[in-house]
C-alpha cells in the first residue's frame, strides 16, 4: 500500500520529527516518535479501557487501588479512544442506576444527572445567542464608524440615529443627526476634498481596526484566528488541541470578530460564530461531571454547540442542526439530534429577544418572494449551480495554494504586515464603489431585495409606468439608468470579491467564508436576475417567454436570482448540500423556492466535484496536517494488514512487554529508549501471545507514584500484569501489580485482513490503534 496515501487519511496521534505543525503562528508537533513505532503507528495512539481484577499475592504492591490523576486522560495532540470513552460512560450510568434504589439523595442525583444534558444545552444556547447579539450589534455600529458618527449618541449606528429624525422617506439616510468625517471635521459633505477626507478616514478606521483584531489574536489567543471549522471538526473526530475551545480563545475571538468585520475585509462572521459558540460550549461543559471527565459526552456537546452557532448566524435552527450532522460532525447519535434542535432553538430564540438589527429578524438579509418561478427559469439556476462549482473549485485549489506559500515562505512569519497590506488594498478598493464601501451582509441584503414603489437603491431605478401597476406588485420594466450604473458597479464588485477573498481567508484574524461566498454568488445572481428581466420585457414574444410572460406581467425576481446564486457559491465552495438549501429556505421564508435552490446546490456540487473532490475545510484539514479520517473517501488500495503494519520483514523486532518478567528498570529503559504511544503485553518471548495493551502514558505515570508513594519499589522490582503471582524469597524487592491499567481486550485483527476492512473499522469505531495477529 502506499504508505503516503495511507498517511494522509492519519489515524496517528504521533508523527515524525519533520511533520511540524504551524496553526497561528504556534510550532506545534504531532510527534512522540522520530522513527516507526513497531505497532502500526498509522493506526496508533492508544487503547480501549478494560480495568482488570485488583486481587493479588499479599507481598505484590497493587498501587492502583485508587485511580491515580493523569491515568487514563489523553496528552495534547492526541486522539481519543472513542470505545474507552463509551465503556466508561456506561459503567458510571450503569452504578448511579443502581445506586439510585438505594436511596432518595440517589435517586435525586440519578434524575439530575439524567436532566444535566439538557440544561447544558439551554446555558449553551442563551450564552451563544446573548454573544452572537453582542457581536451583530457591535459590529453594525463599528461598521458605520467608518463613515461618520451620530450626534445625538456616539452609540448609535446610522440606522439607529435616524430611526427619529423627521426627514422624508427617501432622504432617511440623510439625517441632520449623523454627520459624515468631513461634515464633522470641514463643515460640509460636498465636494472634492470631503470626498478625500472621507476616503482617508475610511481607510484609517479599517486600518486600525484590523491591526487591533491581529495583534488581540497574536498577543493573547493565537487559535482565534480563521474560521475555526476545519478544526472543530477535527476536534468533533476525536483530536485533542488544548486551548482551542479554552476561555481566552472565546474572549478574543468575540472581540477580535468585530473587529475584522467592521474593518471591511472580505470576510463573514457566519463561521466563527460556529466556533464562538463551541467554545461555550466547551467551558459550560465544567459545570457537569458527566461531561467535564469524559471526553466522548464533551463531543456530543460539542456538536450541538456547532448547530446552536449556525443558528445564530443565520437565523436557522433547523439548518443549524443539519449542518453539524452533515458538515462537522463524527458521531452523532440521535440524543444528540434532539439535543442539538434545542439548543438551537434556545439560541434562536436569544437571538431573536435581543432583536440586534430592529427589525424581528435574526440576519440581515431576510427577505421574502411573492412571485412563483417558472419551470423554464431552471436553465439560469443550473447555470448559476456551474458558476458556483467553477468558482468553489477556483476558489479552494487557489486559496490553498496561498496559504500553503504562506506556511512555507517567509509570509508566514508577518501576520501583522500581512494582514495591514490586505486590509489598506480592500479599504482603498472598496470606498469608491459604494456596493464594496457598505458591510458584505448589507450588499447581500440589498442584493437579495424584490424592489418595490418605495425602493430608492439604484438597483430599483427603473422606467416606471404607474398605470400599469397593480397593488403591491410591480411589473417587470425598463431598466433606468441608475440600474446600468449598478450593474457596472456590481461587476466590478465581483472581480474585486472573487480575488481578494483568496488572499484574506487564512490570515491570522477570525475570518468566515460563508458572507464572501454568498456575495459573491448573489452578484452574479443578481446581474443573471436582471439580464433575464429586461430580456423577457424586450422580446415577451421569444418562444421561451409566450404562455408565461405576457408585458405588463411581473415575471422575473432578480431577488431569487441573487439567492439561488448565493447557494450555488457556498455549495461549491463547502460542497453542503442538504443543509445549504434548508438554511437558505429558512431565510427567505418560502417553500416554493426550494427546487431551484436545490437544483443550483447540487449542480454547483457536481461540476466542483469533478474538479477537485475536497470542500474548503476538508482541503484546510489536510493542508495543516490534522489526523482526520474521512468518512466520505474511499479507500482504493488493495492491501492487507500485514502490508501496512509495524514493523516489516526487514524491520527490528517488535517492542513488547512481558506479563510477569520485567523489572521497572527494563520497562523504563523501553520507555526512554522508544517514543511509542503504547506496548503490547505478552505471555513471553518465545510465546508472543498477546494478554493485552498498555499505554506509555500510563505506565509512566503508574511506576513514578509507585515509587514516590511505596516503600520497596526499586529498579529491580518486577512488574506484574497478571491476576497472581508466584511466591518471592523474603529478601527479594517488592512486586509492582500493573494489571488495572493493562488493556484486556485491545482490537486486533489477521495480518490477512483486507485493508478496506480495516480502514472502515477504525471510521466507524473511532480506534487508536489496531493490533495485527498471526495464526492467533
Given at each position: ?42 493506526m496508533g495512539g492508544f487503547t480501549s479501557y478494560n480495568g482488570g481484577g485488583m486481587n493479588g499475592a499479599s507481598k505484590m504492591m497493587d498501587f492502583l487501588e485508587e485511580p491515580l490523576p493523569g491515568v487514563g486522560t489523553y496528552e495534547d495532540f492526541n486522539t481519543i479512544d472513542w470505545v474507552r470513552e463509551k465503556s466508561r460512560d456506561r459503567d458510571r ?458 408585458q405588463g406581467a411581473d415575471c422575473i425576481t432578480p431577488g431569487l436570482y441573487a439567492m439561488v446564486g448565493a447557494a450555488a457559491c457556498l455549495g461549491g465552495v463547502t460542497r453542503m448540500t442538504v443543509s445549504l438549501v434548508v438554511i437558505m429556505f429558512e431565510l427567505t421564508g418560502g417553500l416554493e423556492y426550494i427546487v431551484p435552490l436545490m437544483a443550483a446546490a447540487m449542480t454547483s456540487k457536481w461540476v466542483a466535484d469533478a474538479i477537485g473532490r475536497e470542500g474548503i475545510y476538508d482541503a484546510h484539514i489536510r493542508l495543516n496536517g490534522y489526523p482526520f479520517l474521512e468518512a466520505k473517501e474511499e479507500f482504493s488500495h488493495k492491501t492487507l494488514a500485514m502490508d501496512v503494519m509495524r514493523p ?129
Open positions: 500500500m502506499d504508505q503516503k496515501g495511507y498517511r494522509r487519511g492519519s489515524f496517528q496521534s504521533s508523527t515524525s520529527d519533520e511533520d511540524m505543525l504551524e496553526i497561528a503562528g504556534a510550532s506545534l508537533d504531532f510527534s512522540m516518535a522520530d522513527d516507526d513505532p513497531p505497532l502500526d503507528r498509522e450510568h450503569r452504578e448511579i442506576t443502581s445506586k439510585s434504589k438505594e436511596s432518595t439523595w440517589a435517586l435525586i442525583h440519578s434524575v439530575s444527572d439524567a436532566f444535566s444534558g439538557w440544561l447544558l444545552m439551554l446555558f449553551i444556547g442563551l450564552l451563544a445567542g446573548s454573544l452572537a447579539g453582542l457581536i451583530d450589534i457591535s459590529a453594525h455600529w463599528m461598521t458605520d464608524l467608518k463613515e461618520g458618527v451620530c450626534l445625538a449618541g456616539f452609540w448609535f449606528n446610522h440606522e439607529h440615529c435616524c430611526w427619529k429624525s423627521n426627514t422624508t422617506f427617501t432622504d432617511r439616510d440623510k439625517c441632520p443627526e449623523w454627520m459624515s468625517w468631513s461634515q464633522l471635521i470641514i463643515g460640509h459633505g460636498e465636494g472634492a476634498f470631503a470626498y478625500i477626507l472621507n476616503y482617508f478616514m475610511y481607510v484609517i478606521w479599517a486600518l486600525l481596526f484590523s491591526l487591533l483584531a491581529v495583534l488581540l489574536v497574536k498577543g493573547f489567543a493565537p487559535y482565534a484566528c480563521g474560521s475555526g471549522i476545519p478544526e472543530i471538526k477535527t476536534i468533533l473526530s476525536g483530536f485533542i488541541i488544548r486551548g482551542y475551545l479554552g476561555k481566552w480563545t472565546l474572549i478574543i475571538k468575540t472581540v477580535t470578530l468585530v473587529l475584522a468585520v467592521s474593518s471591511g475585509l472580505s470576510l463573514g462572521k457566519e463561521g466563527p460564530l460556529v466556533h464562538v459558540a463551541c467554545c461555550c460550549g466547551n467551558i459550560l461543559c465544567h459545570l457537569f461531571t458527566k461531561y467535564r471527565k469524559n471526553e466522548a459526552k464533551r463531543r456530543e456537546v460539542l456538536s450541538a454547540a456547532a448547530a446552536a452557532g449556525v443558528s445564530v448566524a443565520f437565523g436557522a435552527p433547523i439548518g443549524g442542526v443539519l449542518f453539524s450532522l452533515e458538515e462537522v460532525s463524527y458521531y452523532f447519535p440521535l440524543k444528540t439530534l434532539w439535543r442539538s434542535f434545542f439548543a438551537a432553538l434556545v439560541a434562536a430564540f436569544t437571538l431573536r429577544s435581543i432583536n440586534p438589527f430592529g427589525n424581528s429578524r435574526l440576519v440581515l438579509f431576510y427577505v421574502e418572494f411573492h412571485m412563483p418561478w417558472h419551470l423554464l427559469e431552471l436553465v439560469p439556476f443550473i447555470l448559476l449551480g456551474i458558476f458556483g462549482g467553477l468558482w468553489g473549485a477556483f476558489f479552494i485549489r487557489s486559496n490553498i495554494a496561498w496559504c500553503r506559500r504562506r506556511k512555507t515562505t517567509k509570509l508566514g512569519k508577518y501576520p501583522v504586515l500581512e494582514v495591514f497590506v490586505v486590509t489598506a488594498i480592500t479599504a482603498i478598493l472598496a470606498f469608491p464603489n459604494e456596493y464594496t464601501r457598505m458591510s458584505t451582509s448589507e450588499l447581500i441584503s440589498e442584493l437579495f431585495n424584490d424592489c418595490g414603489i418605495l425602493d430608492s437603491s439604484k438597483l430599483c431605478e427603473y422606467v416606471n409606468d404607474f398605470n400599469s401597476t397593480k397593488g403591491d406588485d410591480l411589473p417587470d420594466r425598463a431598466a433606468g439608468p441608475g440600474v446600468y450604473t449598478a450593474m457596472w458597479q456590481l461587476a466590478l464588485a465581483l472581480i474585486m470579491k472573487v480575488f481578494i477573498t483568496i488572499f484574506t481567508f487564512g490570515m491570522k484574524v477570525p475570518s468566515g467564508l460563508f458572507i464572501p461566498s454568498m456575495a459573491v454568488g448573489a452578484i452574479a445572481g443578481r446581474l443573471l436576475g436582471v439580464a433575464m428581466e429586461q430580456l423577457a420585457f424586450y422580446h415577451h414574444d421569444w418562444i421561451i417567454f409566450s404562455g408565461w410572460c405576457s516489516r520483514r526487514n524491520d527490528p523486532p517488535l517492542t513488547v512487554i512481558t506479563q510477569d518478567s520485567m523489572t521497572v528498570e527494563d520497562i523504563e529503559t523501553i520507555i526512554n529508549e522508544t517514543t511509542y504511544s503504547g506496548y503490547p503485553v505478552v505471555v513471553s518471548r518465545e510465546s508472543q501471545r498477546l494478554v493485552g495493551f498498555v499505554l506509555r502514558r500510563d505506565l509512566i505515570i503508574s511506576i513514578e507514584n509507585a515509587r514516590k508513594k511505596q516503600d520497596g519499589i526499586v529498579s529491580t522490582s518486577i512488574i506484574y500484569f497478571t491476576d497472581h503471582s508466584p511466591p518471592l524469597p523474603p529478601s527479594s524487592p517488592s512486586m509492582l501489580k500493573l494489571r488495572s491499567i493493562l488493556d484486556l481486550s485491545p482490537f486486533t485483527v489477521t495480518d490477512q485482513t483486507p485493508m478496506e476492512i480495516v480502514v472502515d473499522i477504525f471510521r466507524k469505531l473511532g480506534l487508536r490503534q489496531c493490533l495485527v495477529t498471526h495464526n492467533g
